[in-house]
Nanobody
């Protein structure tokens, strides 16, 4: 079992930056691919970014490409999502997810472990 806990959300202004963290416990995080998803009120959960367990491959949704960066620190059992140039449409609850596979995936259903989510609100 892997337990994931997100942190770093908050209320910011458009154009600001935030860094979300996803701390893992229970198993060595290095053998898991990780991803971030988000869900805005009234909308379905959507893929944001993913990183393979080696850290060599990353994937981003078109909505965040060039503004967000996913990374991992296996020594700290933590994954990160650096979010720059935030927009009001980035407002959502952000969830960290993980699965014990090398490859990334944009499909929420394949991820076995999820955090409780952290709220990001971007004011215009």
């Amino acid at each position: 079992q892997v337990q994931l806990v997100e942190s770093g959300g908050g209320l910011v202004q458009a154009g600001d930056s935030l860094r979300l963290s996803c701390a893992a416990s229970g198993r060595t995080f290095s053998n898991y691919s990780k991803a971030w998803f988000r869900q805005a009120p009234g909308k379905e959960r959507e893929f944001v970014a993913a990183i393979g367990w080696s850290g060599g491959r990353t994937d981003y949704s078109d909505a965040v490409k060039g503004r967000f960066t996913i990374s991992g620190d296996n020594a700290k059992n933590t994954a990160y999502l650096q979010m720059n140039s935030l927009k009001p449409e980035d407002t959502a609850v952000y969830y960290c997810a993980a699965r014990p596979y090398l490859a990334t995936s944009r499909t929420a259903q394949v991820y076995q472990y999820w955090g409780q989510g952290t709220q990001v609100t971007v004011a215009s």
